[in-house]
């Protein structure tokens, strides 16, 4: 399942699909604040890149709710990885902010490090709970202001594990292009 819709000169990818076989300058672990090898897709990248990742993310000191990492991806198709920590649901305003600032800083990032391709998973909407409706309004709409900013991110890839997160993010989508 793909979708794919212009923002000037990017483009936005939905999809179906496995992030730890996707082909990007970076892709994006959905990490805890210690970037250790946790569960679900922190799990699935670590354990696809090899031991390395891990003795690199140890010198990093963690990571704070919102803010972005990089290392390299070593044994993944991708260049690098960008480790963010969306955060744990609560039902605050404040889970907003640090789950738009999770996908803007990593963005940011990628940008700053000449990385032309960087694919997401659905942040904080595994075991950190974040309910995948909201989230991915979040997501979309941080992905498309920020593109429309900087062409120098040619594509960003929304890779979702389910075909139930898939048909969430393009609904998402298709409301906020009717905005």
């Keep these: 399942m793909l979708t794919k819709h212009k923002i000037k000169k990017s483009i936005l990818e939905i999809k179906t699909g496995d992030i730890t076989e996707e082909e990007a300058g970076a892709i994006v672990n959905a990490a805890n604040r210690e970037l250790s090898p ?3 897709v922190s799990g699935a990248i670590h354990e696809a890149s090899g031991p390395e990742l891990w003795k690199e993310c140890k010198k990093l000191g963690g990571c704070d709710t919102g803010e972005a990492k990089l290392t ?38 990628a940008s700053r ?34 593109l429309e900013e900087h062409p120098e991110i040619e594509l960003v890839k929304m890779v ?17 292009l009717k905005e």
């Design 72 to 109: 390299g991806g070593y044994k993944l198709k991708a260049k690098h990885v960008i480790h963010t920590v969306g955060p744990i649901y609560s039902g605050k305003t404040s889970d907003g902010t640090d789950l738009k600032n999770s996908y803007y800083n990593s963005l940011l990032l």
């Design 38 to 40: 946790g569960g679900g």
């Design 160 to 176: 979702l594990f389910t075909e139930r997160d898939y048909h969430t993010y393009k609904s998402s989508l298709e409301m906020i």
């Design 113 to 146: 490090n000449n990385i032309k391709s960087i694919a997401f998973p659905s942040i904080s909407t595994g075991v950190f709970s974040y309910p995948a409706g909201e989230a991915s309004l979040i997501a979309l709409k941080t992905i498309i202001s920020f």
